[in-house]
């Protein structure tokens, strides 16, 4: 394939400014005759064609919205975006979509890829490593340049941006209430996602709802890591090593192997083990038992978070003013937990 030049290499190889280039090439009278037919039949030659998308970067009208999340094999995502998408199309725009794999560098790689003028604005969700790390200046340097930001679910109080949560931590003390007043005396925490917000704001809500009912937590039924793979070797002997008769799991794979495990030791659900998990996938109404959980209305997230950013997009308020809005999360009580 023939390869295109850029600006920049015909400036360098006619000795003349990128400024000069561009006026040149967008027939202005401000450059002479003879330098302007230079310019333009070296570009001729050398395959230049000019950057739609960058010409845009003025009046802002590429129509496009750049989204980035951080796993896409996680379910809650896939419905985050089904939102987006839907709001997207009806607005008009289109979408493009970047996977972070969770990885910062890939994380700052989309942000830098997409923001040269080939999108408007970004929703995205920070990646666990950003957030391990508690590197977030790379959203910064973007608002900073003019592209608008909405955040849903992993935010941060660091960065002024629009943002879109649901409410984790009073949602998590309604299900452990839910536990406790269905007769659990015992209950497990598990986490494989401690090193997230959501992962620390659910654990968060498990040691109030006991707060709020005056009792004391068993801290040998606590679980906490920040990998799945972790996760897996802790809960190795915990069936064997502890007795209880609840698991309030905050992550989708802690909910699975807390199943998977009250299963192989021979509980009887949830007469013996009641188990709230907090996802909401086709696989926890699909499981024998079909699992109790906190739905987080991930197609309502995506929605609001396209309007919130579209409107920013399409204001004409010079002033630039931040909200939050949190979406009320539901439990959904299946065969893992007991009826009241």
Not at 287 to 293: C, I, V
Request: aromatic letters at 8%; hydrophobic letters at 35%.
């Amino acid at each position: 394939m023939k390869s295109k030049a850029t600006l920049k290499q015909i400036a360098k190889e006619l000795g003349v400014s990128v400024s000069t280039v561009s006026k040149a090439l967008n027939d202005s009278p401000e450059i002479s005759e003879p330098t302007k037919k230079r310019i333009q039949e070296y570009a001729k030659l050398k395959n230049y064609k000019p950057n739609v998308i960058g010409l845009n970067l003025k009046n802002r009208s590429t129509k496009t919205i750049g989204v980035i999340i951080p796993n896409i094999l996680n379910s809650f995502f896939a419905k985050v975006f089904s939102g987006i998408e839907k709001v997207a199309d009806e607005k008009g725009y289109k979408v493009i979509t970047c996977i972070s794999n969770e990885s910062l560098e890939k994380e700052i790689g989309a942000l830098e890829m997409l923001s040269n003028g080939t999108i408007d604005g970004f929703i995205l969700s920070i990646s666990e490593e950003a957030q391990k790390l508690q590197q977030f200046g790379h959203f910064k340097s973007i608002i900073n340049e003019g592209t608008p930001i909405v955040m849903f679910d992993r935010t941060t109080d660091e960065v002024n941006c629009d943002k879109v949560v649901v409410d984790d931590l009073d949602s998590a003390v309604n299900a452990m209430e839910h536990l406790i007043n269905t007769g659990c005396k015992n209950i497990a925490l598990f986490s494989s996602i401690n090193n997230l917000s959501v992962g620390k704001l659910r654990a968060k809500g498990f040691y109030k709802a006991f707060e709020n009912k005056v009792l004391k937590v068993n801290e040998n039924l606590i679980i906490l890591t920040d990998t799945s793979e972790e996760f897996d070797q802790k809960i190795k002997d915990f069936f064997n090593k502890n007795e209880f008769d609840g698991v309030f799991a905050v992550d989708e794979h802690a909910s699975v192997m807390a199943m998977k495990h009250g299963i192989k030791k021979g509980y009887k659900i949830p007469e013996e083990l009641s188990i709230i998990g907090f996802a909401d996938g086709l696989w926890s109404r699909r499981m024998t038992p079909s699992l109790s959980t906190v739905s987080q209305h991930g197609p309502e997230i995506g929605e609001v978070a396209a309007t919130m950013l579209i409107e920013k997009l399409e204001s004409k308020d010079e002033e630039y003013t931040y909200r939050t809005t949190v979406i009320k999360t539901e439990l959904r009580q299946r065969e893992s937990t007991k009826k009241l």
